[in-house]
């Protein structure tokens, strides 16, 4: 490493959405291009609730990268009140498929078909302690009377604690973590409980939202919350504790879907995942925990050999387009007109 450039290890995204088709020609590539392997979030339209519809997805990702790419894609299952243990035995099995999906139903974008009361799940939960396979969790309430800012506290103290207290082999992932109290749950909890961490919570605080007007392209699920929790979100993510890794959550939606009278949530990440990564490290001063947070601690926790090539960032500046094409429309990326200060050079 020069004072110019950073060089780490490739890293990885332990959670993206690259949704399908059109949109998914589209993004694919911004994610391809730096991670060496993405976990693929499920919730399309069918979600991907069976191995079967998994290995068809990954077919389409496959066609979609980019020829010269060796990006390797890892399958989520979509977790629904009726997943069968035979579904998770199969994605065991199958090789490409790293965990199944807890989407508390109506948490988020596409999660209506997921699981209305943990009771319901504890039979596919069984089986995934049982076989070893992973949960990634959307750790948000979705009672109506739970304000939005308290979803994710109110989901780990609850739901969660009863989860992990209940399956103690079973790995868990809470995914997106966005409050202290998430962060210090994780943080306590055994070694195989861990969670991600995405660019914009460590950049910004749920005043970002309302800065000069309101912000749709800054708006996700779990929300932004106030600075003190994204303080400790810096904290875990930069302090080299293995159980915090890097995981975007890009969520590409189309201009006309976010700025909309009910704009959907999500923030498109992937064309500067690292580069935001960086900047939120250089911040807080610990550039070199960079390394670890983004290409160690993930494969780690899953068990997977760590890669071995590199990307190398270069400290200079660029502007971040207003927007990119996609799918014969547009999507407005995180930050846009932004100057960013790092810029992936290989
Ligand atoms: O903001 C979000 N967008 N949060 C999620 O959990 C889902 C995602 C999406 O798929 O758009
Ligand atoms: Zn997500």
Redesign the pocket.
Known sequence: MTASTLTITRPDDWHV?LRDEALLRSVVGATARVFGRAVV?P?LDPPITTVAAAAAYRERIAVATPPDSRFAPLLTLYLTDNTPAEEIVAARKSGFVIGAKY?PAG?????DSGVTAHDRVYPALEAMEKHGLPLLI?GEATASEVDVFDRERVFVEGSLARIVRDFPALKVVLE?VTTHEGAEFVAAAPAHVGATITPQHLSYSRNALFAGGIRPHR????VLKRESHRQALIQAATGGNPKFFLGT?S?P?LRRAKESACG????YTAHAALELYAEAFEAAGALERLEAFASFHGPDFYGLPRNTDTVTLAHETWTVPDEYAAADEVIVPFNAGATMRWRLVV
């Not at 948490?107 to 999660?111: K, R, W």
């Not at 708006?219 to 779990?222: D, E, F, S, T």
């Open positions: 959405h979030m919730n989407y948490a988020t974008t596409t999660s959307h997106h708006y996700c699920l779990p959550d969520a939606h959907c949530a999500g923030c």
